[in-house]
């Protein structure tokens, strides 16, 4: 999966980006199940 850049960015660097923000999202659906597990202890 790679993502369209405006201007020229290696393979390399746009794998490496590509990962990061896989990783971000990631994170955030985490979150998102934490979040929602302390507002289920709420009731």
Wanted: charged share 45%; aromatic share 14%; no cysteine.
């Amino acid at each position: 999966m790679y993502f369209e850049w405006e201007y020229e960015v290696t393979p390399e660097v746009s794998k490496l980006v590509t990962e990061v923000l896989l990783d971000l999202y990631d994170e955030s659906k985490d979150n998102e199940k934490i979040f929602s597990k302390d507002k289920d202890q709420d009731k």
